[in-house]
């Protein structure tokens, strides 16, 4: 597989939300604007490439028997990492993301990532994997925020560019779904005539 297929099959082919079905926690509660969708699926990027160059780094080294703890250990270690740097330069993204920022640490795609690819491949790959996997995620929670945005609130990245409310049911947990479901059927029928 050639290093820039490594990046781009996170996009379309294993998209994490769309196709491979990870992560519906944040997606679906963090998404309710296009600017929290970034700043999530920018978290979990930064912690899904640290996380995969240091576990396939490391792999040769674990036993077999303790790998699934040791990797978790990894990526509770930059998920730490992240989080105190976000309280001290990015206050306002933390408190908005709050609780989601620990939950990273047991985010399937990060764990699934790193027992799929990082612990069977090299590092290079592995980070490769990581970003392309992060920017995937990013993409698909941004796409849900500004769609969740503009029916909700009739406005994209907090610009308001429709007058009135908008339907509130967009901006509140059954929006989340009904957007992630249209969206997936949107997706998948891309894929197929692919």
Same mark, same amino acid.
């Given at each position: 597989?050639?290093?820039?297929?490594?990046?781009?099959?996170?996009?379309?082919?294993?998209?994490?939300?769309?196709?491979?079905?990870?992560?519906?926690?944040?997606?679906?509660?963090?998404?309710? =604007? @296009?600017?929290? +969708? /970034?700043?999530? &699926? !920018?978290?979990?990027?930064?912690? $899904?490439?640290?996380?995969?160059?240091?576990?396939?780094?490391?792999?040769?080294?674990?036993?077999?028997?303790?790998?699934?703890?040791?990797?978790?250990?990894?990526?509770?270690?930059?998920?730490?990492?992240?989080?105190?740097?976000?309280?001290?330069?990015?206050?306002?993204?933390?408190?908005?993301?709050?609780?989601?920022?620990?939950?990273?640490?047991?985010?399937?795609?990060?764990?699934?990532?790193?027992?799929?690819?990082?612990?069977?491949?090299?590092?290079?790959? =592995? @980070?490769?994997? +990581? /970003?392309?996997? &992060? !920017?995937?995620?990013?993409?698909? $929670?941004?796409?849900?925020?500004?769609?969740?945005?503009?029916?909700?609130?009739?406005?994209?990245?907090?610009?308001?560019?429709?007058?009135?409310?908008?339907?509130?049911?967009?901006?509140?947990?059954?929006?989340?779904?009904?957007?992630?479901?249209?969206?997936?059927?949107?997706?998948?029928?891309?894929?197929?005539?692919?």
């Amino acid at each position: 597989m050639s290093k820039w297929s490594l990046v781009t099959k996170g996009f379309v082919k294993d998209n994490p939300t769309f196709v491979l079905v990870l992560g519906m926690c944040p997606t679906l509660a963090t998404t309710t =604007s @296009a600017i929290n +969708g /970034l700043e999530m &699926g !920018l978290a979990t990027l930064f912690v $899904l490439v640290l996380s995969n160059i240091a576990i396939s780094a490391l792999a040769p080294l674990v036993p077999d028997k303790v790998h699934i703890p040791v990797y978790i250990v990894v990526i509770a270690t930059f998920v730490t990492v992240l989080q105190l740097v976000m309280q001290a330069y990015a206050p306002g993204a933390y408190a908005t993301l709050g609780l989601f920022i620990p939950l990273i640490v047991v985010n399937c795609i990060v764990l699934g990532r790193a027992e799929a690819f990082a612990n069977k491949n090299t590092v290079v790959d =592995s @980070a490769l994997d +990581g /970003l392309g996997i &992060g !920017l995937g995620f990013t993409l698909s $929670l941004t796409v849900i925020g500004l769609v969740r945005e503009i029916l909700g609130s009739g406005s994209a990245f907090g610009f308001k560019f429709i007058p009135g409310d908008g339907m509130l049911a967009f901006v509140m947990a059954p929006g989340a779904f009904i957007v992630l479901g249209y969206l997936m059927v949107l997706f998948n029928k891309y894929l197929k005539k692919k």
